[in-house]
T-cell receptor
Framework: EPEVTQTPSHQVTQMGQEVILRCVPI?????FYWYRQILGQKVEFLVS????????KSEIFDDQFSVERPDGSNFTLKIRSTKLEDSAMYFC????????????FGEGSRLTVL | LAKTTQPISMDSYEGQEVNITCSHN???????ITWYQQFPSQGPRFIIQ???TKVTNEVASLFIPADRKSSTLSLPRVSLSDTAVYYC???????????FGKGTRLHILP
């Protein structure tokens, strides 16, 4: 069964460093998402991406964050200068259509900022 | 976006049917109701979506009354592995911004 894959599974970084989290969405999907979940809290929407551009973003997704689909398969989230409060699990998701309401999530990348 | 309200937590026993109710009083005409499940340290997983009346799949049933101001996710004969957080979402089915609430933490006891 096709699945969304994310790398790395866990990354530890120093505050102020740049981090890139990578995702390979399901191959025929058109809609791509990043969410984050701070330990013990709810899943928070960061950004959605369609047709090579951001379609929606939350107030969390400030200038420190960017997304890119550099080729036909990868979808990346970059955090330019990490802060302690960026420590969280980051989930990538993809969908082939919106009307079913079904997003397919990856296993997540745990980011720890020291 | 319609606000949803669901219990913070619920306990049940193996083999029981579990019903989780979600309130969404200001649901709009074009909104759909979607439920997700999340196990610890995993991404959410889609369970079911409906607009009105009843929807059933191999995992769960979703009951939506005529006024659509609430919905009930029904899990038949739960097992320990159904212990998870269950999220109720209400959204227009063309909306690209899919927002999760706090969810219901379901704990299944042996």
């Amino acid at each position: 069964e096709p699945e969304v894959t994310q790398t790395p599974s866990h990354q530890v970084t120093q505050m102020g460093q740049e981090v890139i989290l990578r995702c390979v969405p399901i191959s025929n999907h058109l809609y791509f998402y990043w969410y984050r979940q701070i330990l013990g809290q709810k899943v928070e929407f960061l950004v959605s991406f369609y047709n090579n551009e951001i379609s929606e973003k939350s107030e969390i997704f400030d200038d420190q964050f960017s997304v890119e689909r550099p080729d036909g398969s990868n979808f990346t989230l970059k955090i330019r200068s990490t802060k302690l409060e960026d420590s969280a699990m980051y989930f990538c998701a993809s969908a082939d259509r919106l009307d079913t309401g079904e997003l397919f999530f990856g296993e997540g990348s745990r980011l720890t900022v020291l | 976006l319609a606000k949803t309200t669901q219990p913070i937590s619920m306990d049940s026993y193996e083999g029981q049917e579990v019903n989780i109710t979600c309130s969404h009083n200001n649901i709009a005409t074009n909104d759909y109701i979607t439920w997700y499940q999340q196990f610890p340290s995993q991404g959410p997983r889609f369970i079911i979506q409906g607009y009105k009346t009843k929807v059933t799949n191999e995992v769960a049933s979703l009951f939506i009354p005529a006024d659509r101001k609430s919905s009930t996710l029904s899990l038949p004969r739960v097992s320990l592995s159904d212990t998870a957080v269950y999220y109720c979402l209400v959204r227009w089915n063309r909306d690209d911004k899919i927002i999760f609430g706090k969810g219901t933490r379901l704990h299944i006891l042996p």
